[in-house]
């Protein structure tokens, strides 16, 4: 596609819930993020791919936080028993190294 | 830990006035990013500099990339009331892995 997709693109869950939000990056873009950003804050690094490697995971908040991208396109971030202080809009993006970033809508995880 | 600091966090102006925002780090980056993000919105990228001392102009806004390739600025001339955003800066490491000021919030009043 001609963007970054994500999905859905909001999202509630009760504590203690599995959530799982998806990013389609740019075909052919190598390289993709995973960031979180709080309300009024600039985005934290959470995780990064290269193809199919995970080849930094340590912005992961905890162990609930998982990150997978197996065919080196599509990537699924996973947020086990979710708790508020995981409420924030999640980013994805795209690279095609050293160009910087295209970003995906966000997905906005609210969980009550 | 590389960190960015933006400066200012917030700014609120006058259209037609002129403008300044910074990022500095005590850490070398391989380029340096900006970024401008609307409220639901992904951050969307206006300009890289990979070179010291490089200055890129895109329309009425100019940007500088320190000589130690630490630190960048913002300029913006006459500033319009569609500037209104958030503006990042992002710095790149050698992986290209990047990391993010905190913002700087610009307001334009009409």
């Known amino acids: 596609g001609a963007g970054v997709s994500q999905s859905p693109r909001y999202k509630v869950a009760k504590r203690g819930q599995d959530v799982a939000l998806r990013c389609d990056p740019i075909?052919?873009?190598?390289?993709l993020f995973w960031y979180q950003q709080a309300l009024g804050q600039g985005p934290e690094f959470l995780t990064y791919?290269?193809?199919?490697?995970?080849?930094?995971k340590s912005g992961l908040p905890s162990d609930r936080f998982f990150a997978e991208r197996p065919e080196g396109s599509v990537s699924t971030l996973k947020i086990q028993r979710t708790q508020q202080e995981d409420s924030a809009v999640y980013l994805c993006?795209?690279?095609?190294?050293?160009?910087?970033?295209?970003f995906g809508s966000g997905t906005r995880l609210t969980v009550v | 830990t590389q960190l960015l600091e933006q400066s200012p966090q917030f700014l609120s102006i006058q259209e037609g006035e002129n403008l300044t925002v910074y990022c500095n780090s005590s850490?070398?980056?391989?380029?340096l990013q900006w970024y401008r993000q609307e409220p639901g919105e992904g951050p969307v990228l206006l300009v890289t500099?990979?070179?010291?001392?490089e200055v890129k102009k895109l329309k009425r806004l100019t940007f500088q990339f320190g000589d130690a390739r630490k630190d960048s600025s913002l300029h913006i001339t006459a500033a319009q009331t569609g500037d209104t955003g958030l503006y990042l800066c992002?710095?790149?490491?050698?992986?290209?892995?990047?990391?993010f000021g905190k913002g700087t919030r610009l307001h334009i009043l009409p």
């Open positions: 500099v990979v070179t010291g001392g």
């Open positions: 075909s052919g873009h190598v390289s």
């Open positions: 992002a710095g790149a490491d050698r992986d290209d892995k990047i990391i």
């Open positions: 791919f290269q193809n199919e490697a995970q080849l930094d």
């Open positions: 850490s070398v980056f391989s380029s």
């Open positions: 993006a795209s690279s095609q190294r050293y160009y910087g970033y295209t």
